[in-house]
Protein backbone atom coordinates (compact mmCIF):
# COMPACT_ATOMS: atom_id res chain seq x y z
CA UNK A 1 0.00 0.00 0.00
CA UNK A 2 1.31 3.63 -0.56
CA UNK A 3 0.00 5.97 1.68
CA UNK A 4 -0.41 9.47 -0.33
CA UNK A 5 0.15 12.32 2.75
CA UNK A 6 -0.18 15.83 3.60
CA UNK A 7 -0.05 17.86 6.73
CA UNK A 8 -0.98 21.14 8.00
CA UNK A 9 -0.16 23.01 11.09
CA UNK A 10 -2.98 24.60 12.61
CA UNK A 11 -2.04 26.27 15.71
CA UNK A 12 0.01 24.40 17.69
CA UNK A 13 -1.35 21.08 16.11
CA UNK A 14 -0.38 18.83 13.03
CA UNK A 15 -3.44 17.85 11.15
CA UNK A 16 -2.53 14.33 8.80
CA UNK A 17 -4.54 13.31 6.40
CA UNK A 18 -3.71 9.71 3.72
CA UNK A 19 -5.00 8.26 1.02
CA UNK A 20 -4.02 4.87 -0.53
CA UNK A 21 -3.22 6.36 -3.52
CA UNK A 22 -2.95 2.45 -5.02
CA UNK A 23 -6.79 2.37 -5.11
CA UNK A 24 -9.46 3.88 -7.83
CA UNK A 25 -12.25 5.69 -5.44
CA UNK A 26 -15.37 6.23 -6.60
CA UNK A 27 -16.18 9.56 -7.46
CA UNK A 28 -18.13 10.66 -3.97
CA UNK A 29 -15.75 8.88 -1.82
CA UNK A 30 -12.99 11.01 -3.94
CA UNK A 31 -14.79 14.38 -2.97
CA UNK A 32 -14.88 13.62 0.40
CA UNK A 33 -10.56 13.07 -0.30
CA UNK A 34 -10.38 15.88 -2.01
CA UNK A 35 -12.31 18.05 0.51
CA UNK A 36 -10.39 17.18 3.32
CA UNK A 37 -7.14 17.58 1.29
CA UNK A 38 -8.12 20.65 0.25
CA UNK A 39 -8.91 22.27 3.84
CA UNK A 40 -5.29 20.57 4.80
CA UNK A 41 -3.14 21.19 1.66
CA UNK A 42 -1.26 24.57 1.13
CA UNK A 43 -2.12 27.82 2.79
CA UNK A 44 -4.34 30.33 1.04
CA UNK A 45 -2.32 32.63 -1.58
CA UNK A 46 -3.60 35.88 -0.77
CA UNK A 47 -3.90 34.94 3.26
CA UNK A 48 -7.48 34.06 3.86
CA UNK A 49 -7.87 31.34 6.38
CA UNK A 50 -9.55 29.10 6.39
CA UNK A 51 -10.38 28.93 2.33
CA UNK A 52 -13.49 29.88 2.06
CA UNK A 53 -14.72 28.06 -1.29
CA UNK A 54 -13.84 24.65 0.04
CA UNK A 55 -17.85 23.73 -1.07
CA UNK A 56 -18.03 24.87 -4.79
CA UNK A 57 -14.48 23.29 -5.04
CA UNK A 58 -15.72 19.67 -3.37
CA UNK A 59 -18.81 19.78 -5.96
CA UNK A 60 -17.54 20.87 -8.97
CA UNK A 61 -14.25 18.58 -8.69
CA UNK A 62 -13.89 16.19 -11.10
CA UNK A 63 -10.91 13.69 -12.31
CA UNK A 64 -11.82 14.94 -15.74
CA UNK A 65 -11.60 18.08 -15.29
CA UNK A 66 -8.37 19.99 -16.55
CA UNK A 67 -7.08 23.49 -15.81
CA UNK A 68 -5.70 25.26 -18.83
CA UNK A 69 -3.21 28.10 -17.94
CA UNK A 70 -2.59 30.39 -21.44
CA UNK A 71 -1.90 33.72 -22.39
CA UNK A 72 -5.03 36.08 -21.53
CA UNK A 73 -4.87 37.83 -25.20
CA UNK A 74 -3.57 36.86 -28.60
CA UNK A 75 -3.54 33.36 -28.07
CA UNK A 76 -3.82 31.47 -31.33
CA UNK A 77 -4.03 27.37 -29.56
CA UNK A 78 -6.82 27.76 -27.21
CA UNK A 79 -9.38 26.11 -29.29
CA UNK A 80 -6.84 23.85 -30.40
CA UNK A 81 -6.07 22.45 -26.35
CA UNK A 82 -10.32 22.29 -25.95
CA UNK A 83 -10.65 20.16 -28.87
CA UNK A 84 -7.91 17.58 -27.64
CA UNK A 85 -9.62 17.76 -24.45
CA UNK A 86 -12.94 17.58 -26.08
CA UNK A 87 -11.69 14.34 -27.62
CA UNK A 88 -10.29 12.93 -24.66
CA UNK A 89 -13.62 13.40 -22.95
CA UNK A 90 -11.92 15.74 -20.87
CA UNK A 91 -13.60 19.68 -19.94
CA UNK A 92 -11.16 22.44 -19.79
CA UNK A 93 -11.32 24.70 -16.99
CA UNK A 94 -10.04 28.15 -18.13
CA UNK A 95 -10.18 31.00 -15.80
CA UNK A 96 -11.64 33.66 -18.02
CA UNK A 97 -14.83 31.70 -18.78
CA UNK A 98 -15.96 31.93 -15.60
CA UNK A 99 -16.83 35.74 -14.74
CA UNK A 100 -16.99 36.59 -11.08
CA UNK A 101 -16.32 39.65 -8.77
CA UNK A 102 -14.04 38.01 -6.38
CA UNK A 103 -10.28 38.78 -6.06
CA UNK A 104 -8.52 36.98 -10.02
CA UNK A 105 -5.88 35.16 -7.94
CA UNK A 106 -9.10 33.49 -5.35
CA UNK A 107 -11.05 32.25 -8.59
CA UNK A 108 -8.20 31.02 -10.34
CA UNK A 109 -7.09 28.72 -7.38
CA UNK A 110 -10.50 27.64 -6.98
CA UNK A 111 -10.60 26.49 -10.45
CA UNK A 112 -7.17 24.92 -10.01
CA UNK A 113 -8.31 23.13 -7.01
CA UNK A 114 -11.60 21.33 -8.84
CA UNK A 115 -8.88 19.84 -11.26
CA UNK A 116 -6.70 16.65 -11.51
CA UNK A 117 -4.78 17.77 -14.41
CA UNK A 118 -3.49 20.95 -15.74
CA UNK A 119 -2.09 22.33 -19.09
CA UNK A 120 0.16 25.28 -19.35
CA UNK A 121 2.04 27.00 -22.02
CA UNK A 122 4.58 29.04 -21.25
CA UNK A 123 5.81 29.69 -24.57
CA UNK A 124 5.56 33.75 -23.90
CA UNK A 125 6.89 33.51 -20.05
CA UNK A 126 4.17 35.07 -19.14
CA UNK A 127 4.28 35.81 -15.48
CA UNK A 128 0.79 34.59 -14.62
CA UNK A 129 0.93 31.49 -16.37
CA UNK A 130 4.23 30.36 -14.75
CA UNK A 131 2.40 31.32 -11.75
CA UNK A 132 0.11 29.31 -11.66
CA UNK A 133 2.19 26.25 -13.21
CA UNK A 134 3.69 26.75 -9.66
CA UNK A 135 0.48 26.69 -7.85
CA UNK A 136 -0.60 23.73 -9.73
CA UNK A 137 2.76 21.78 -8.53
CA UNK A 138 2.56 22.59 -5.38
CA UNK A 139 -1.08 21.03 -5.08
CA UNK A 140 0.70 17.75 -6.49
CA UNK A 141 -1.46 18.24 -10.04
CA UNK A 142 0.29 16.92 -13.37
CA UNK A 143 1.04 19.13 -15.39
CA UNK A 144 1.41 19.08 -19.62
CA UNK A 145 4.19 22.09 -20.03
CA UNK A 146 3.71 23.62 -23.27
CA UNK A 147 6.43 25.60 -25.11
CA UNK A 148 6.30 26.71 -28.89
CA UNK A 149 9.57 25.80 -30.84
CA UNK A 150 8.69 28.42 -32.92
CA UNK A 151 11.02 31.62 -33.93
CA UNK A 152 7.89 34.17 -33.46
CA UNK A 153 7.45 32.62 -29.92
CA UNK A 154 10.57 31.51 -28.39
CA UNK A 155 11.71 32.28 -25.53
CA UNK A 156 14.48 31.07 -22.65
CA UNK A 157 12.44 29.22 -20.19
CA UNK A 158 12.94 30.32 -16.30
CA UNK A 159 15.71 28.46 -14.78
CA UNK A 160 13.88 26.45 -12.45
CA UNK A 161 11.88 25.02 -15.36
CA UNK A 162 14.88 24.14 -17.53
CA UNK A 163 14.72 19.98 -16.21
CA UNK A 164 11.42 19.33 -16.60
CA UNK A 165 10.40 17.60 -20.05
CA UNK A 166 7.57 20.20 -22.03
CA UNK A 167 5.07 19.20 -24.58
CA UNK A 168 6.99 21.01 -27.25
CA UNK A 169 5.40 22.25 -30.50
CA UNK A 170 5.46 24.27 -34.00
CA UNK A 171 2.01 24.29 -35.19
CA UNK A 172 -1.74 23.33 -34.51
CA UNK A 173 -1.06 20.21 -36.15
CA UNK A 174 1.79 18.80 -34.02
CA UNK A 175 0.25 20.74 -30.98
CA UNK A 176 -2.89 18.32 -31.54
CA UNK A 177 -0.58 15.53 -32.08
CA UNK A 178 1.80 16.06 -29.11
CA UNK A 179 -0.84 16.71 -26.67
CA UNK A 180 -3.20 14.07 -27.47
CA UNK A 181 -0.27 11.59 -26.82
CA UNK A 182 0.52 13.66 -23.62
CA UNK A 183 -3.11 12.73 -22.38
CA UNK A 184 -2.95 9.24 -23.18
CA UNK A 185 0.38 8.04 -21.35
CA UNK A 186 -0.99 10.89 -18.13
CA UNK A 187 -4.64 11.33 -17.75
CA UNK A 188 -6.36 7.78 -17.15
CA UNK A 189 -9.89 9.16 -17.06
CA UNK A 190 -9.12 10.24 -20.83
CA UNK A 191 -10.92 8.15 -23.58
CA UNK A 192 -7.85 6.77 -24.91
CA UNK A 193 -9.35 4.76 -27.62
CA UNK A 194 -11.02 8.37 -28.68
CA UNK A 195 -7.61 10.00 -28.47
CA UNK A 196 -5.79 7.36 -30.56
CA UNK A 197 -8.12 7.20 -33.32
CA UNK A 198 -7.94 11.17 -33.27
CA UNK A 199 -4.13 10.81 -33.72
Given at each position: ????????????????????????????????????????????????????????????????????????????????????????????????????????L???C??????S???????????N???E???????????????????????????????????????????????????????????????????
Amino acid sequence: MTLVSTERRVENEVIRAEVDSTTYLPQEEMKKVARRLTELSFGCPIGNSPCGQIDEIVREYSDKNVFVAIPYSNYRYENTIREVLTKGTLLAKVAKDKITSQIILCKICKEMRKCSYGIMDISRNTANVIYELGLMQSLGKKCAILLSTSKRMLCERPTDLQGIENVTYRSYKTLKRKLARWLIDNVQESDISALKEYL
